[in-house]
């Protein structure tokens, strides 16, 4: 069966189109981290609240304003990662409620004439930000044919690429007296993909595997897949993956003789369905400390390799590092910065199914670590255009592999019960490390200046060792049991 579902496909109108609309949540997410970077001076007034164009904010509330969408991300993520919320519910439906999440913290923060409503629409679309994270991967993966995975798994990190760049833009050209419009805008894209999701449909894998509808999911896939021969297929291998977990209700599998007629199906009553395999069972803490373990640590190194090898210290601190070196134009370098980093996305996301997961990720994290001893030879040295080209390079590199990658590897290397635990736990790292990258660039900037990136060098040297002993090749395996025996085949090897 196996050769049946590495059989390739093309993209397919339904599926270019759910891919799309799912993009959009990470787009939000990319936009939502940077659409303050520009009107934050042009927010606050002096105690006035008659103002429409202003807000009462003391000057040091800013910082916390910017900061509750963190904490909104973080905390969702570790709500998602202790409990079944991802798994009841359904990938599709937890994509809605964060879009309906961005549309209303944007509406706050749009509408707010006080400080606690900037607060409060942040941290909303922090909770928006941190529970689209989690789900978009996996929505994509399950839907998508193992030969495009790699493909568009890839542009979701496209997608927070873009975000980040047009949050960045509008907030430069709304900054003044115009910056509600920043916000307007967010709240018409919340709205925009709320009503695009209605069009997507929901994981067949999750259908089957949480409800047992075999019909509905068939339907589905149907739509999903160029080759329909291979429907049928890839509807017995999910629902082997039910029967291997346990299940007194389940009826045998369809033979491969049989025509794939849904309708002659005999479906058991969802409820038991529901029963039969239940993804709950499966704990927060027994995924990091049981027997998966093994894919705990992976998710760890690929989840926090995203935020300290040192990309936020360039994207969203690099007007303050540019600025001690040039006078003028330093917004417009920043910008040029990000619009390398979508640029360079875009194009190595053809290669991410062709040269493979790891191989990248190893590169990555190597040049990108060759760049960071350049930036901080350039900084300590005073040479300006040394550090303009290796920050350019950095962000090229970055987008090779760290950036898109490992978002895409969590749900091909986890096991199919835990997937949702894994995701969850691992953007709860990511958004971990984001909260230290935040608070301890700024302090060993004034403490170290420039040398900041020798140590984000020798982070990316750390992970190159990390990747190479503990994380999988996953490109073109159809089980995680797969990518785990050929990586430990491969380290015995080379041990050997």
């Known amino acids: 069966m196996s050769s049946f579902l590495e059989r390739p496909h093309s993209i397919t109108p339904t599926l270019a189109w759910a891919t799309l609309t ?34 009462d904010i003391p000057d040091n509330l800013i910082a916390t304003i910017t900061a509750m969408y963190t904490v909104g991300g973080f ?66 993966n399950e839907l998508t044919p193992i030969n495009h995975r790699g493909l568009l798994g890839s542009l979701l990190q496209v997608a927070i690429a873009a975000g980040i760049f047009t949050g960045q833009a509008v907030s430069l050209v709304w900054h003044q007296d115009q910056w509600r419009c920043v916000f307007y805008f967010a709240l018409f894209l919340g709205l925009l993909q709320f009503a695009m999701l209605f069009t997507v449909t929901e994981s067949p894998k999750w259908i089957i595997i949480n409800e047992g509808d075999v019909q509905h999911a068939t339907g589905i896939l149907g739509r999903l897949r160029s080759d329909k021969e291979t429907v049928f297929h890839e509807i017995n291998h999910w629902r082997g993956l039910e029967s291997r977990l346990g299940s007194g209700d389940l009826q045998p599998l369809l033979p ?27 704990s927060a803490t027994e995924f990091m400390f049981g027997k998966y373990s093994h894919q705990a640590i992976a998710v760890f190194i690929l989840m926090t390799s995203q935020q300290l ?123 971990g490390a984001n909260i230290l990258i935040a608070y301890l660039v700024p302090v060993l900037q004034d403490a170290i200046g420039g040398a900041i990136f020798y140590i984000f060098a020798a982070i990316c040297g750390l992970y190159v060792l990390a990747v190479w002993y503990c994380v999988p090749e996953t490109r073109g395996v159809t089980s995680h049991h797969e990518a785990w025996l050929v990586h430990r085949g491969s380290l015995d090897e080379v041990l050997v």
């Open 22 to 55: 799912i993009c959009l949540s990470t787009f939000q997410f990319g936009y939502h981290l940077s659409e303050l970077n520009a009107p934050s001076d042009y927010m606050g007034c002096s105690g006035s609240h008659a103002l429409t164009a202003c807000v």
């Open 75 to 140: 905390l969702v993520s570790l709500v998602l990662g202790f409990t079944s919320m991802s798994r009841c519910f359904g990938r599709k439906w937890l994509c809605q409620a964060s879009a309906a999440a961005y549309f209303a913290g944007s509406f706050m923060m749009a509408r707010s004439h006080l400080s606690t409503g900037l607060n409060l629409g942040r941290f909303v679309c922090g909770v928006a930000a941190g529970a689209s994270l989690i789900m978009s991967p996996i929505l994509v």
């Open 256 to 282: 491969k003789s049989e025509t794939i007629l849904a309708n002659s199906l005999q479906l058991a009553p969802k409820k038991s369905r529901r029963g039969s395999f239940q993804e709950s069972s499966v």
């Open 309 to 431: 090898v040192g990309i936020n210290a360039i994207v969203f601190y690099g007007v303050r590092i540019l600025s001690t070196l040039f006078t003028t134009n330093t917004l417009l370098l920043s910008c040029s910065i990000l619009l390398v980093n979508v640029v360079s996305a875009i194009g190595t996301s053809q290669f991410v199914d062709r040269v493979g997961r790891r191989p990248l990720m190893l590169f990555s994290a190597v040049t990108s670590g060759v760049f960071s001893v350049l930036i901080a030879f350039g900084l300590v040295r005073q040479m300006p255009y040394l550090i303009v080209g290796a920050c350019y390079g950095f962000v090229i590199c970055y987008s090779v592999g760290i950036g898109p990658i490992p978002y895409l590897m969590v749900s091909e290397l986890a096991s199919h019960e835990v997937v949702s635990t894994a995701q969850a736990i691992g953007t709860s790292a990511n958004w």
